[in-house]
Nanobody, 113 residues
């Protein structure tokens, strides 16, 4: 099993920045990819960004150029640097890991206008 612990959410004004962290423990050698989903009230959960074990990254179109996903293998941690935040980025952000799917507990990001 894999355990994921997230941190770094909060309240920020539009145009501001936040960095989310997701620390993995357990069977980390089995992980092929990690990333972040988000879910806003009344909306479906959407994939925001991911990073594969080989380093390939993916971003949803709405965050390209503003968000950056990275990882520190020495700390088994994935980061999501979020810049130029917009009110529409407000959501609960969930870290996930895959080959078998695991989820973090979620962290609230609120962007005020």
């Amino acid at each position: 099993q894999v355990q994921l612990v997230e941190s770094g959410g909060g309240l920020v004004q539009a145009g501001g920045s936040l960095r989310l962290s997701c620390a993995a423990s357990g069977s980390i050698d089995s992980i092929n990819a990690m990333g972040w989903y988000r879910q806003a009230p009344g909306k479906q959960r959407e994939l925001v960004a991911s990073i594969r074990s080989g380093g390939t990254t993916y971003y949803v179109e709405s965050v390209k150029g503003r968000f950056t996903i990275s990882r520190d293998n020495t700390k088994n941690t994935v980061y999501l640097q979020m810049n130029s935040l917009k009110p529409e980025d407000t959501a609960v952000y969930y870290c996930y890991s895959y080959s078998k799917l695991y989820w973090g507990q979620g962290t609230q990001v609120t962007v005020s206008s």
